[in-house]
């Protein structure tokens, strides 16, 4: 069992920088491939970038690529979302997950735990 607690979101002007964190509970984190996705207003939940459980990969969605990192820390049992120049776009629920499975982190099917969300949100 993986508990996850994301903080860190919070209103921002456009082109500025947010850093999210989502601290996990239990002593296997870092056996835990992690993915951070987000959910607007009357969207369908995206995929926004992943990392392998020993950090050597990441993904992106396109959108973000350039603008946000996704890193880890597990002496922290943390994953971190740094988000730069950010835009009204990017606002949303953000939610990080835990997956075992290393196949087809892009996908929110292939998660076993999720966070509570934390808002982010970017005005123009």
């Known amino acids: 069992q993986v508990q996850l607690v994301e903080s860190g979101g919070g209103w921002v002007q456009a082109g500025g920088s947010l850093r999210l964190s989502c601290a996990a509970s239990?002593?296997?984190?870092?056996?835990?491939?992690m993915g951070w996705f987000r959910q607007a207003p009357g969207k369908e939940r995206e995929f926004v970038a992943a990392?392998?459980?020993?950090?050597?990969?990441?993904w992106y969605t396109d959108s973000v690529k350039g603008r946000f990192t996704i890193s880890r820390d597990n002496a922290k049992n943390t994953v971190y979302l740094q988000m730069n120049s950010l835009q009204p776009e990017d606002t949303a629920v953000y939610s990080c997950?835990?997956?075992?499975?290393?196949?087809?982190?892009?996908?929110?099917?292939?998660?076993?735990?999720w966070g509570q969300g934390t808002q982010v949100t970017v005005s123009s």
């Open positions: 239990g002593r296997t984190f870092s056996s835990y491939n």
């Open positions: 997950a835990a997956s075992r499975d290393a196949g087809a982190l892009r996908d929110s099917r292939t998660y076993d735990y």
């Open positions: 990392i392998y459980w020993n950090g050597e990969s990441t």
